[in-house]
């Protein structure tokens, strides 16, 4: 059963929204279909022309063994890119491209065996016997390095069948590379991109998260269609342990996802006895605490963050940590372009309860203390049902009591105290501007 492509999803995810008429190439010309104030259209209608031509393509490469291997290194898409390659068990890269990744396989191939050695090595005990703590962390290091480089292709066996590319002109090098080798390129082609030598050509947004979901939605349903490998419907694979019992898989990724150390990440995860999600838990949990005990430390040094969704929403907002080392590390300008993420999305008016005007406040809260509803109610419970509406009202309008939209199970507020507790430093937004094109304030 073929890939059926809704054009009604397409336009609602916002695939359409091209770059301003300034930044485009002639040769996209075939592929706009109009011309919006400053921007250009893309005609749908060829983006779902191109999907129906691209899409069995890719089902029949699948089909014959081969792998695809995604490719999406700009910032924003590669959390999308990663989890819809592991969906269906192919290779992928989101992190730098790394020159001759297909066309230098020995060097490459190299490297992938230093890895899997290294791994095989962690996870059966030996380093751990042979070399003292400081030197086994010196190793964790070296495979976690190694694995940012090529854990998405370590599994990759000679060259694929087809290469997905979310965007043509970041994953410039990548494209070229699949050409010299003939290897069928697959692309998302904004109108800034010379379409010139990319196989499949996919006209679409290839800034809006949104719309990158759906496209990527639609290439693996056609891999997973022709390879028939969509892990959910795998047999599980068993997990490696060490010798204390505990996954190694699971240690590594606690440790990504709290920036704790080898040891402290292999203590929690013995004490929850293998549980994952239980030492996530208690490990996020002393994070929270950390935090809180760094939360009046003076943060002065920081960044000033900027983000356009589809050049009609502007953010500009201000985030502040303690130091400047801090402030150039990629975890925090990755927390500041969420954040300004965030602030584009939900578009609260105020970063926290502090900065809600006095007056404004007092306005509501008599608005809600004559209401009607208010009225049937005992005279010393009133007070508190007038706080918790007051803390409804404003939870959307507040930037750290909005619910993060990249991970719904927790608040703002929340994923920056983890940051603050990954980082040691306390974490400040202090201001952010918002504008919306035609929206006057």
């Given amino acids: 059963m073929s890939v059926k492509v809704d054009i009604k999803a397409l336009l609602e995810s916002g695939v359409h929204f091209g770059h301003k008429t300034s930044r485009w190439h002639p040769k996209m010309a075939p592929y706009i279909h109009s011309k919006r104030q400053d921007s250009h259209i893309i005609d749908l209608v060829k983006t779902v022309e191109a999907l129906d031509k691209a899409l069995p393509e890719l089902t029949k490469i699948a089909g014959s063994g081969r792998k695809v291997l995604f490719v999406g290194t700009k910032k924003q898409a590669k959390d999308v890119v990663r989890q819809a390659a592991e969906k269906i068990n192919q290779p992928y890269v989101v992190e730098r491209w790394i020159g001759g990744m297909l066309t230098n396989g020995s060097t490459i191939t190299q490297q992938i065996k230093k890895l899997k050695n290294l791994e095989k090595r962690m996870a059966s005990g030996d380093l751990e016997k042979r070399y003292n703590k400081l030197e086994v962390q010196r190793f964790q290091e070296e495979i976690d390095s190694l694995n940012i480089k090529y854990g998405g292709i370590k599994d990759l066996m000679g060259k694929p069948g087809a290469v997905v590319v979310v965007d043509a002109l970041t994953d410039a090098n990548a494209v070229r590379e699949a050409q010299t080798l003939g290897v069928p390129v697959f692309a998302i082609v904004d109108t800034n991109v010379n379409p010139t030598g990319i196989d499949y050509v996919i006209p679409g947004n290839d800034d809006a998260i949104k719309g990158v979901q759906l496209l990527l939605d639609y290439f693996t349903e056609a891999v997973a269609e022709g390879a028939g490998s969509v892990k959910t419907e795998e047999k599980p694979v068993k997990k490696r342990r060490n010798r204390m019992g505990v996954s190694v898989d699971d240690i590594k990724k606690l440790r990504e996802l709290t920036g704790v150390g080898l040891t402290d990440a292999k203590k929690a995860l013995v004490e929850a006895d293998g549980d994952f999600d239980k030492a996530l838990e208690e490990m996020r949990k002393k994070g929270l605490t950390k ?99 007051l803390n409804k009202h404003f939870a959307e309008q507040v930037l750290m009591s909005q619910t993060y939209i990249l991970d719904d199970s927790k608040t703002v507020e929340q994923h920056i105290k983890e940051a603050i507790a990954k980082l040691g430093e306390n974490i400040v937004v202090r201001q952010f501007k918002r504008i919306e094109l035609g929206v006057s304030e």
């Fill in 291 to 389: 935090a809180e005990k760094k939360g009046d430390r003076e943060a002065r040094e920081g960044l000033i963050e900027s983000y356009v969704h589809s050049g009609r929403i502007g953010v500009i907002v201000e985030v502040n940590c303690e130091t400047d080392f801090v402030a150039r590390l990629d975890d925090f300008k990755t927390l500041a372009h969420e954040i300004a993420m965030q602030i584009a999305a939900m578009n609260p008016k105020y970063a926290s309860t502090e900065d809600i005007p006095a007056e404004e406040m007092e306005r509501v809260k008599a608005e809600l203390m004559v209401s009607e509803a208010l009225a049937s109610k005992p005279e010393e419970m009133r007070e508190k049902i007038v706080t918790g509406q």
